[in-house]
């Protein structure tokens, strides 16, 4: 991202990736000293109650012309038709929509969504189903414990709450698994009403740069002034399409790499704009630094404004932890089932941690740094106890290596492959396991990485 760099060790990083919530879900920051903040400096905040109706409108009016067509919004608000009877069938869709889009492009979700939809339309479905299943319709779109919390949250709402969602983003957050502030704001305001506002990744960035925020919008002082401007913001009589077209607008024009501000129906009240059309001096004597001696939500003075950057200085993160690096040797074992096609062994993951419940081939994590030799000899020992017969180290065939990158962790698989002559008999006491054929494969709750191993 040529727009993004570390500005200094432990500094800022400019501009963002896609939107997800922010890491912090709730609470109040406090002052540097302790005690209640001090209000921010009027430059960050909207205080004129004209402009946030003109803003409201401009947004609005530019979300009904210009929004994407996607599967969730065809639906309804449950207030619109006041029909409680439908609701089990309605909420699930501004539900799962929103799980599903938790880091995760919109291309990427609509066909999760459609086959999630189809399958288990109400909560009373989703919540008789398997986590199996939930897994197997899942397989791919990554954050496993996603689906997993989705469908404990169904669960809850049929066997704790008579079958009634709690309709405040309130009670959303309170009452269900996996429901942060995030989510429930969304599906309160998209499926009940409710004017309450929600913060994502493509909100911050656009509130940023309205307001010119160049610190850390990570830092939970930052995260919390945002959550007030987006509740301070949100239009009261069409608050779920005032929430949807703001992500929208990040989305789709507010982007983080080159925004399209010539086409921004809020350009008008876009400070960073305004900054970057004036430059400095600016005759707009507002879109300076605001002129507050250690402001905490301007660019930190070590870090200003980059002329060269335009509009992309705002949001601004603190750089990012780099990956923890893992080995894992993982091992094909194939033999020809009765058809004469290949069949291979697969096992089942713990019930908790990476990938919980997820297949995968035989695998062992390694130490670092172990020569490859010593890799193939700590795996035919594991293959060995796990067989319980002789696993002879030369007769693993080094594939290669598979490298597959989750949020917190460089993982490389280092694959080999043991053909088998016969059937083996694993040890009951170990992880379920059972023979698949390459479609059936497929057709499991397996992890993108082991598809690419295959
Ligand atoms: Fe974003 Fe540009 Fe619109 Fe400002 S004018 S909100 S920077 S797209």
Not at 19 to 42: E, V
Not at 134 to 156: D, T
């Amino acid at each position: 991202m040529s727009q993004l760099r570390a500005v200094a060790a432990g500094g800022l990083r400019r501009s963002g990736g896609r939107a997800g919530p922010p890491a912090r879900q709730s609470g109040k920051g406090a002052s540097p000293r302790g005690g209640t903040p001090a209000p921010p400096p009027a430059a960050h905040l909207f205080r004129d109650p004209a402009e946030i109706e003109a803003l409201r409108g401009n947004l609005l009016a530019w979300y009904d012309r210009c929004k994407r067509e996607l599967p969730w919004r065809t639906l309804v608000r449950v207030g619109d038709i006041g029909a409680s009877a439908l609701i089990p069938a309605l909420l699930p869709a501004v539900w799962v929509s929103e799980i599903m889009l938790q880091q995760t492009q919109v291309a990427t979700v609509i066909d999760y969504y459609n086959r999630w939809m189809q399958k288990w339309p109400t909560l009373q479905a989703l919540a008789q189903a398997s986590l199996e299943e939930v897994n197997e319709l899942w397989a791919g779109l990554g954050y496993y414990s996603r689906g997993k919390r989705l469908q404990e949250a169904a669960r809850k709402v049929v066997s704790e709450l008579a079958g009634r969602m709690p309709r405040t983003a309130e009670d959303l957050q309170k009452l269900l698994p996996g429901v942060g502030r995030y989510t429930a704001g969304a599906i309160a305001s998209i499926s009940y009403g409710q004017a309450t506002g929600v913060v994502d990744g493509n909100v911050i960035r656009v509130l940023c740069r309205l307001r010119c925020i160049g610190a850390d919008s990570s830092s939970p002082a930052v995260v919390d002034r945002l959550w007030d401007m987006a509740n301070a913001l949100v239009d009261r009589s069409r608050p779920g399409d005032f929430n949807q077209a703001l992500m929208e607008l990040g989305a789709t024009v507010c982007v983080p790499k080159a925004p399209l501000c010539g086409e921004c129906p809020v350009k008008q009240h876009c400070r960073a704009q305004r900054r970057k059309l004036f430059g400095k001096p600016t005759p707009v004597p507002d879109v300076e630094d605001c002129g507050v001696g250690g402001c905490p939500l301007c660019p930190p003075a070590a870090e200003p404004w980059d002329s060269s950057l335009g509009v992309t200085n705002f949001p601004r993160k603190a750089a990012k932890k780099q990956p923890r690096v893992a080995r894992t040797a993982t091992c094909v074992l194939e033999r020809r089932g009765c058809h004469g096609a290949p069949e291979y062994l697969i096992v089942q993951r713990p019930s908790s941690g990476l990938l919980a419940g997820l297949w995968e081939f035989p695998s062992l994590p390694l130490a670092q740094g172990l020569q490859e030799e010593k890799q193939r000899e700590a795996l035919a020992d594991h293959l060995q106890a796990w067989m319980g017969w002789p696993v002879v180290a030369g007769d693993l065939r080094f594939i290669g290596e598979v490298i597959h990158i989750f949020s917190h962790i460089h993982q490389t698989y280092v694959v080999y492959s043991l053909p088998l002559d016969g059937d083996v008999t694993l040890d009951p006491a170990l992880s379920p396991s059972r023979w698949v054929t390459a479609e059936e494969f497929h057709a499991s709750a397996v992890s993108t990485a082991m598809k690419k191993v295959l």
